[in-house]
């Protein structure tokens, strides 16, 4: 297991259009976190899954992101229209709620930069 | 709500000085609390996680942190810092195993 895989890891994409990022988790972890961190600030969290439900999102999450997790392994994150305020890095992590290991792990992030 | 404050932006030490710094943390029961150390451009690595049990709790890379309830604080120290511990550090906190709420954040330089 190499831990929480992100890609791509960097993505320059002109205003207004999709663009998709995704997370392989480490495998035998079931909850999947995405994150946004932009310059010069902590990650905020986005919403995260149990396996493949979709459990809590932040307000932060507007109507033009939307996240998946078809089979409750990988994730996918799309941004639709996407706007200069979007440029950041969004990071991947996952966990396990069993066990007391608590294997809250974060992937290397992917960063977006919207022109 | 809860809450996680790092109350210094930047902080810069010489290489060998000791380091501390501070987080502190908002509450209703006692969270789970984190390091974090970033690298530019790079994701987080875990220093180190308290959960309950020993307040004094061992990381990697030589660091430690120390748990006060009374204080609502989780400072992270090093004896001695090495001009590779330069880097972004973040206190995390989380309720069960769910989201983390980040501090802003440390940047810690260190002068030879």
């Known amino acids: 297991d190499t831990g929480v895989s992100q890609n791509p890891r960097h993505k320059i994409t002109k205003r207004g259009q999709n663009v998709t990022f995704r997370c392989d988790p480490i495998?035998?972890?079931?909850?999947l976190y995405w994150y946004r961190q932009t310059l010069g600030q902590g990650p905020e969290f986005l919403t995260y899954?149990?396996?493949?439900?979709?459990?809590?999102k932040s307000r932060l999450l507007s109507d033009r992101f939307s996240a998946e997790r078809p089979k409750g392994s990988f994730s996918t994150l799309e941004i639709q229209r996407t706007e200069q305020g979007d440029s950041a890095m969004y990071l991947c992590?996952?966990?396990?709620?069993?066990?007391?290991?608590?294997?809250?792990?974060f992937g290397s992030g992917t960063r977006l930069t919207v022109v | 709500a809860q809450s996680v404050t790092q109350p210094d932006i930047h902080i810069t030490v010489s290489e060998g000085a000791s380091l501390e710094l501070r987080c502190n943390y908002s509450?209703?029961?006692?969270?789970?609390l984190f390091w974090y150390v970033q690298s530019p451009g790079q994701g987080l690595q875990l220093l180190l996680k308290y959960f309950s049990g020993d307040t004094l709790v061992q990381g990697i890379k030589g660091f430690e942190a120390e748990f006060k309830r009374s204080q609502s604080s989780f400072n992270l120290r090093k004896p001695s810092v090495h001009w590779s511990d330069a880097a972004e550090y973040f206190c995390a906190g989380g309720v069960g195993n769910e989201k983390l709420t980040f501090g802003t954040g440390t940047r810690l330089t260190i002068i030879p």
């Open positions: 899954f149990q396996n493949e439900a979709q459990l809590e």
């Open positions: 509450y209703g029961a006692t969270p789970y």
């Open positions: 495998s035998e972890h079931n909850r």
């Open positions: 992590a996952s966990s396990s709620i069993t066990g007391n290991s608590y294997g809250y792990t």
